[in-house]
């Protein structure tokens, strides 16, 4: 049995990371690929059937795709646009709950408002790992995927918390507005509290303690999960817990973490994520055949389909209607939010709203719900939200999903003008650091500069640089560079990184050079070689 099991686990990974290849090679963003193949694969006769467990999902699965987009979530722009990101991640989640409750009652055969917001709060959040995607090497203004962030981070937390409170209220048969409000923000906030109070134990930890790159690596693991099981332990919010945690210490990465510790945990996330979000996307389409023989002869396939696409327009209209009302309003209130928002265009907010596309949560969500309320009753319409709730991923997720680089390329997003360029940005970063430097040598190591001859070249080396920095940064200025210029320069620096790369590839051969220095030297040519691929 459980060499069974390994292997069903080996062959879906070894089968993810082919399929992600061939959705790269049609360029399709792998999660909607993803679930377009487990969607033709779950109806091949003889596949063995892959039931997928909600709390597999929730505990596995969730944390950690949580803690590494708080990890990379910007606390600055975070703070930011912290009134325009609790008006998405809040007040929008609870909108749509409202509005998907009151239409299900209204046009769906049995619904009850309990059960209509059950299913709102299932589909009300969007998904931001494939929207990530899909919008990766797409140009985008910043503030753009700073909302799209921050919305992410707390809407899971809001969306589950409604779900909980309306899993209770099917069951019990009870529903109180003022108890479930009071609950609302109590859950919220105890998890936040136990995720900063978790979070600064493991600060005391790699802060203080002998730890090596691989235990900093560890422990990065085991942080997410310690937060969101604490916080369950005690009914608060597990997502709350893991998203303040995460971004408490990734505020203080500098601080807790060394350079060495911080690229190795950098490497390990980035094959851990990319394995977990491929994974939950093929899962969510193998798993269709189960939601569709459960339906039932009650409701045709037709009638359920028709209700999931009705309720896929209901909730991006509530999501067009909600943001561009909300960003109104606001900005003739508030001098402050006008001037914030000022790179924000009619263009920009059309690709936030479009970009709502439903996930995992949403799939997980629904598949917790109870099969039976007790030993002799079923809880009702369990198959037909399931279906409901997939029906809403595929219309948004794949639909949405192929359309959103289309239509960004149509709108033609204006730059922002208000913000340097990124690389004139860096320049002037490159500059301050630099002067930095040599304002250090200056005053702590003058004698060191004088008669060190490894220092004397360090500080004409960083006076070079110094003088090519100004140089460059006054081209920016003077638009002496347009981004043909910047574009053939990223292109001529890869090619010579290539080469550089090919040379030590030549060199492992050579019994005079270690394979530890060579190995130091393909680290920095990557290293240099992320830093302009990741500008472009």
Not at 89 to 113: E, M, N
Not at 280 to 289: E, K, S, T
Not at 356 to 379: E, K, N, T
Not at 432 to 439: H, P, Q, R
Request: net charge neutral; proline share 4%; aromatic share 10%.
């Amino acid at each position: 049995m459980l060499h069974d099991n390994l292997i069903l686990i080996l062959t879906l990974l070894l089968g993810v990371t082919f399929l992600v290849m061939i959705g790269q090679k049609l360029k399709i963003s792998y999660p909607i690929f993803l679930v377009l193949a487990g969607l033709l694969i779950g109806f091949i006769p003889g596949i063995p059937r892959i039931k997928v467990d909600p709390e597999i999902v929730f505990l596995l699965f969730l944390p950690p795709l949580l803690y590494e987009a708080a990890w990379f979530t910007s606390w600055k722009d975070f703070w930011e646009y912290k009134g325009a990101i609790f008006l998405m991640a809040v007040g929008l989640v609870l909108i749509t709950s409202v509005a998907v409750a009151y239409a299900s009652v209204a046009f769906i055969p049995g619904f009850t408002l309990a059960l209509g917001f059950l299913l709102g709060g299932i589909i009300s959040p969007p998904d931001a790992i494939a929207a990530a995607s899909i919008l990766k090497g797409i140009k985008i203004p910043k503030t753009v995927t700073s909302l799209l962030e921050g919305e992410s981070l707390v809407n899971d937390a809001s969306s589950l918390i409604v779900f909980k409170f309306a899993l209770v209220a099917v069951v019990s048969g009870t529903f109180v507005f003022q108890d479930a409000a009071v609950n609302f923000v109590s859950v919220a906030g105890l998890g936040i509290l136990i995720g900063l109070g978790i979070g600064g134990i493991f600060y005391v930890i790699h802060r203080w303690m002998p730890t090596t790159e691989n235990i900093d690596t560890v422990l990065t693991l085991l942080t997410p999960y310690f937060m969101y099981i604490v916080a369950e332990h005690f009914k608060a919010s597990g997502v709350m817990a893991v998203v303040s945690g995460g971004l408490l210490l990734s505020s203080q990465s500098h601080v807790i973490l060394t350079s060495s510790s911080r690229v190795r945990a950098v490497s390990v996330w980035s094959a851990l994520t990319f394995m977990l979000n491929g994974v939950v996307f093929i899962l969510i389409g193998l798993a269709l055949p189960d939601i569709v023989h459960g339906l039932g002869p009650e409701y045709p396939l037709s009638t359920a389909i028709g209700y999931g696409i009705g309720i896929s327009m209901l909730a991006l209209f509530v999501r067009f209607f909600w943001l561009f009302s909300t960003s109104r309003i606001t900005s003739l209130v508030n001098k402050k939010t006008r001037i914030r928002y000022q790179g924000m265009t009619w263009h920009s907010s059309v690709v936030i709203i479009w970009a709502g596309m439903r996930g995992v949560v949403s799939l997980a969500a629904a598949l917790s719900i109870p099969v039976m309320i007790s030993d002799q009753i079923p809880f009702p319409l369990r198959n037909l939200i399931l279906f409901i709730t997939f029906v809403v991923i595929l219309v948004t997720l794949v639909i949405q999903g192929l359309s959103l680089p289309l239509i960004i390329k149509l709108l033609k997003i204006p730059e922002n003008k208000h913000k340097l360029p990124e690389q004139e940005q860096t320049t002037q970063i490159k500059l301050k650091l630099i002067d930095l430097s040599l304002e250090k040598l200056q005053a702590d190591y003058q004698y060191q500069c004088t008669h060190n001859e490894l220092m004397v070249n360090l500080k004409a080396e960083l006076q070079h640089s110094l003088t090519e920095q100004k140089d460059t940064l006054q081209a920016f200025k003077k638009g002496e560079i347009d981004q043909r210029d910047l574009k053939a320069y990223h292109e001529i620096m890869l090619d010579l990184i290539k080469v550089q790369r090919d040379e030590l590839h030549h060199l492992k051969s050579n019994k005079n050079y270690d394979d530890d220095v060579i190995r130091k030297e393909e680290w920095r040519l990557d290293l240099e070689e992320l830093s302009i691929t990741s500008s472009d």
